[in-house]
């Protein structure tokens, strides 16, 4: 896991909000899925973060913990009803972005599942109904293609924990309900 948000990481890395966790922690044991030692702080007025807590006039800054990415729908996300149950961002490296998700916010979840499967997208890229999300190979060797249900900003893609076969997940936002973040100054 990231201790210092490098910017030499090619991979996302989830965040959950600190007192989601805390109120988990009571509930179950999520020692295996979280990384105390990594935190970020958010500012929602000026759309930035810091690795660092901060505080400007008195306000001290939500503050994220990092999770291992795989479990953010587990623990963020009631598939079910489609929404989220806690804030959550995710740090893209390669543009040095977090994009931030506030509770109860709709989503739309795509999963595949087959012999093999491809990602066609990368999280924080803007999608169309009926693009592709996903390829899959078939137990015959047959090549399929997974749509998008709904448009919107890519949050996740990750592997399905807990399957004997290859399942991937993706979650789509609605584009007004992702802010997207830069470091703070």
Not at 1 to 9: P, V
Not at 33 to 54: L, Q
Not at 106 to 126: D, M, N, T
Request: aromatic share 12%.
């Amino acid at each position: 896991m990231n201790m210092e948000l490098g910017f030499e990481e090619t991979f996302p890395i989830a965040y959950i909000d600190k007192e989601y966790v805390d109120l988990l922690a009571k509930q179950q044991s999520i020692s295996n899925y979280i990384n105390t030692a990594s935190k970020i702080y958010v500012d929602t007025e000026k759309n930035c973060f810091s690795v660092e807590s901060f505080k400007e006039k008195g306000k001290l800054f939500a503050e994220f913990v990092e999770i291992v990415y795989e479990y953010l729908p587990k623990l963020a996300i009631d598939s079910e009803k489609g929404v989220t149950i806690t804030k959550f961002a995710i740090y893209l490296p390669k543009s040095r972005q977090l994009l931030y998700v506030n509770a109860g916010t709709r989503v739309f979840i795509v999963e595949a599942f087959g012999r093999s499967v491809y990602p066609l997208v990368l999280e924080g890229e803007k999608v169309s109904e009926h693009d592709k999300i996903f390829y899959i190979v078939t137990n015959k060797f047959e090549i399929r293609a997974v749509r998008a249900e709904a448009k919107g900003i890519v949050v996740y893609v990750g592997d399905v924990l807990d399957q004997s076969e290859n399942k991937m997940m993706a979650v789509i936002v609605g584009e007004e309900n992702v802010i997207r973040f830069s470091r703070c100054d």
